[in-house]
């Protein structure tokens, strides 16, 4: 069966990682979740973990293809759709686009802060990411935001100042 992005139920999978968010948000952390979906099925999540792993590289989304790396590493650009409720900063889009599993990304909040739409202009990762589009339950996210951390909601939509 041929694979149809347009087919996945893009807000059931973001109610998913949102969960994660939650969880996140839970234990004193950035409101940030991520779900990796493969076939139709999610086969990775994370979370921000940045005080527990005591790393600021502990984003969600590295966490999640951190859970998918030895069910995927056989399955190199099949498909793989990252949803993440915070679009990702350069870091996490460049391990999506090195890692080889995921081609797609869904994103609820889109962040004018980080601002990682410059990197499209890069033909390496051009050839990876096939789709990417962001606004799936964007005020789901942000009411997470808002109840935590109000400041950095108002950075993620207007950018700098």
């Known amino acids: 069966m041929a694979f149809d992005f347009n087919s996945l139920d893009h807000a059931f999978f973001m109610h998913e990682a949102i969960k994660q968010a939650e969880l996140a948000m839970q234990e004193g952390e950035r409101p940030i979740g991520a779900v990796i979906v493969h076939r139709g099925k999610i086969v990775g999540r994370g979370k921000a973990e940045h005080l527990e792993k005591h790393s600021r590289l502990a984003h969600a989304e590295l966490n999640a293809l951190l859970a998918t790396a030895s069910s995927l590493y056989d399955f190199p650009h099949d498909n793989g759709v990252i949803y993440t409720t915070l679009e990702p900063c350069e870091m996490c889009l460049g391990a999506i686009v090195m890692s080889d599993v995921v081609n797609h990304v869904v994103f609820s909040l889109a962040d004018n802060w980080i ?3 410059p990197m499209f202009e890069i033909p390496h990762v051009r050839r990876h990411i096939y789709n990417y589009i962001g606004g799936i339950l964007e ?16 950075l993620i939509r207007e950018g700098h100042k």
Do not use: Y
């Not at 005020?139 to 108002?154: D, F, G, V, Y």
């Open 115 to 117: 601002n990682p739409k």
């Open 139 to 154: 005020e789901e996210s942000a009411t997470l935001w808002e109840k935590c951390r109000p400041n950095e909601l108002q």
